[in-house]
């Protein structure tokens, strides 16, 4: 049997302590992040959404440009392609180390900068919403949560991304256990 470059000891499925919280850290940063994130977008979009929708309180918004509403609403969808193409390109290079920490890590931050794209895209469409109302904006943002959501780094998502064996993936399963 092949020990990999993580360096664990003889006995089965044991990491080192040290190690074994470099991986809790790693994975519980990512998962704060996610948090925070959907915690300042979900209420911003809602209530403009509710505002938009009862369509009987004013807050005298400038008129922009449709060209602006345009833009805007390009912009998000360009974004939701970026988040998803640039994620694909940057987890490619999990392939060529064997180190899982060093795989979790570039895993971590693909995940983070597609997560800080998905929040952009949701200020784009809160912002979008509420100077245009138009409905693109809350299709748009309901593709974004659908990201927030599938692409959410659980134990078993990341077993299948980064296509670890058993004994990994037991690993990861273990740090995003609470304490």
């Known amino acids: 049997m092949s020990r990999s470059t993580l ?11 040290l190690e074994n919280q470099e991986f ?11 948090l925070i ?13 509710l505002y938009q929708s009862s369509g009987e309180i004013t807050w005298d918004l400038p008129e922009l440009p449709m060209f602006f509403g345009q833009l805007l609403s390009g912009a998000g969808i360009g974004l939701l392609l970026v988040q998803y193409f640039l994620f694909n390109k940057k987890v490619k290079a999990v392939f060529l180390t064997d180190d899982l920490l060093k795989k979790l ?19 784009i469409c809160s912002a979008g919403l509420l ?14 949560l659908f990201f927030f959501s599938v692409a959410k780094p659980t134990p078993e998502r990341i077993k299948k991304v980064l296509k670890l064996n058993k004994e990994d993936a037991e690993i990861i399963r273990l740090a995003s256990r609470p304490e």
Do not use: C, W
């Open 7 to 17: 360096n664990r000891p003889e006995s089965h499925n044991e990491t080192p302590i």
């Open 24 to 34: 809790r850290r790693v994975y519980k940063s990512l998962d704060q992040l996610i």
């Open 37 to 49: 994130l959907l915690i300042l977008v979900l209420p911003l979009f809602g209530m403009i959404y």
């Open 105 to 123: 890590k570039i895993y971590a931050n693909a995940t983070r900068e597609r997560y800080l794209i998905l929040f952009v895209i949701a200020l």
């Open 131 to 144: 100077f245009f109302g138009s409905a693109i904006f809350n299709v748009i943002f309901a593709v974004a």
